[in-house]
């Protein structure tokens, strides 16, 4: 089974800082997405990359897939409060109706 | 239009007690997967169902069992609850069910609590 891996597990920040949170994995994913989640809630599909070396952006957030599509970055421009959440990135494992979630980055922005 | 729903919204049980959770997907996906989220962990896949068959399946023991009917609505199932069962259970749906590149949208989860 493939693994993602997210770091900073942990990140507390404050409003107007910048941020990169990373997603690792040894091997490649066709597609990987990002979801973020909130306290009681489920997960809420924020992108999709699927070329390597993809860039997307959404407002303040731009997602990167890396070339080897191994690899994945979420930075978030100017941070808010309203940005608090659990990040997760998350693809189909490789040959099977798998699907993997990475560990996690809790996110907390403060005013 | 709707999300993903699900139900019950919480419930509580007692240890060796059964539990079943249900799951109404986005009109129009024929797909259902389900995860099982331990407090402080990213969620962990359980079933995917397509078209009513068993797709996939992650690391779970045969207490586990779902099924998905012809609306493509979805039952999990868990039998012999133990205490580590304990987690909120989130639903996703998709609109295919390939195992490359295809979006999941989640529903709210259903929190079980085994005492």
């Known amino acids: 089974t493939q693994l993602l891996e997210q770091s900073p597990q942990f990140l507390s920040i404050q409003e107007g800082e910048n941020l990169t949170v990373y997603c690792n994995s040894s091997?490649?994913?066709?597609?990987l997405q990002w979801y973020r989640q909130e306290p009681g809630e489920g997960p809420v599909l924020l992108v999709t990359?699927?070329?390597?070396?993809e860039v997307k952006k959404l407002k303040r957030l731009t997602f990167q897939f890396g070339d080897a599509r191994k690899d994945s970055s979420l930075h978030i421009t100017a941070a808010q409060p309203g940005d608090t959440g659990l990040y997760l990135c998350?693809?189909?494992?490789?040959?099977?109706?798998?699907?993997?979630f990475g560990t996690g980055t809790r996110l907390k922005v403060l005013a | 239009d709707a999300g993903v729903t699900q139900s019950p919204t919480h419930l509580i049980k007692t240890r060796g007690q059964q539990v079943t959770l249900r799951c109404s997907p986005i009109?129009?996906?024929?797909?259902v997967s389900w995860y099982q989220q331990v407090l402080g962990q990213g969620p962990q896949f359980i079933f995917q169902?397509?078209?009513?068959?068993?797709?996939g399946r992650g690391n779970f023991p045969d207490r586990f069992s779902a099924r998905q009917f012809p609306n493509y609505s979805s039952e999990l199932n868990v039998n012999a609850l133990l205490l580590g069962d304990s987690a909120l259970y989130l639903c996703?749906?998709?609109?295919?069910?390939?195992?490359?590149?295809?979006?999941?949208?989640f529903g709210p989860g259903t929190r079980l609590t085994v005492t």
């Open positions: 996703a749906s998709s609109s295919t069910g390939t195992g490359g590149m295809y979006e999941q949208y």
């Open positions: 091997s490649v994913f066709s597609s």
């Open positions: 990359v699927v070329t390597g070396g």
């Open positions: 998350a693809g189909p494992n490789s040959g099977t109706y798998k699907y993997i």
């Open positions: 009109s129009g996906h024929k797909s």
């Open positions: 169902y397509y078209e009513k068959e068993e797709r």
